[in-house]
């Protein structure tokens, strides 16, 4: 066991490292996943400092197919969110960032902010990823999905955005911003609970 002082924790105990997590399957049709993670169940050892360094998270992990892009969105509610998404290979090795095939860290929310965390990946292989969700402060709600694009998918046929209200713009590190862009890549976020990525 490892125990550490980090801001907004008093001796955060962490027993598991993040290669022992279980990392139970998530649809990639774009179907919303929710949980919450604090520092009394959650306590794991990061990848930082060679696998040693306590943090707060959870994981998941899908099926990926060479040549496709898969997107990646992640909703968090947290007073003050230090942290990301970490994808990592399926067989991991706890060593560190040897195990990691991309990542949003790292994300440094202001209070009050609730950021979305987004990121694609074209898969290069066949086989599984996993995806660690991570906070190097006090925990924090969240909604993750997955979307393969597939015409079959959630967003793909039932994301009513032309009826849908929009209730926010963020860039791609999840800030919010005050408007919509004139041109870049940004995210629209709806009061149906939809996001879209658009490029201008």
Avoid: H, W
Avoid at 60 to 87: A, H, M, P, R
């Amino acid at each position: 066991m490892i125990a550490i002082c980090l801001a907004g924790f008093t001796n955060l105990q962490a027993q598991v490292s993040y290669a022992e997590l279980p990392y139970p399957n998530i649809p990639t049709d774009g179907s919303a996943i929710t949980g919450s993670v604090n520092a009394d169940d959650n306590a794991i050892l990061s990848m930082a400092m060679g696998g040693t360094m306590p943090v707060v998270g959870t994981g998941y992990s899908f099926q990926v197919q060479t040549g496709k892009e898969y997107s990646i969105d992640c909703s968090i509610t947290s007073n003050n969110f230090v942290g990301g998404i970490y994808l990592l290979n399926a067989t991991l090795t706890g060593g560190g960032f040897e195990d990691m095939l991309e990542d949003t860290y790292p994300y440094e929310g202001e209070l009050g902010e609730d950021p979305i965390l987004s990121m694609s990946f074209e898969a290069t292989f066949d086989g599984t990823v996993k995806i660690l969700l991570l906070d190097f402060t006090n925990g924090f709600d969240y909604e993750l999905k997955v979307d393969d694009g597939s015409v079959n998918s959630i967003n793909a046929i039932s994301a009513d955005t032309e009826n849908a209200i929009i209730t926010g713009y963020f860039d791609v590190l999840g800030r919010r911003l005050k408007e919509e862009p004139a041109t870049g890549i940004y995210i629209i976020q709806y009061n149906n609970g939809t996001t879209k990525k658009v490029t201008r």
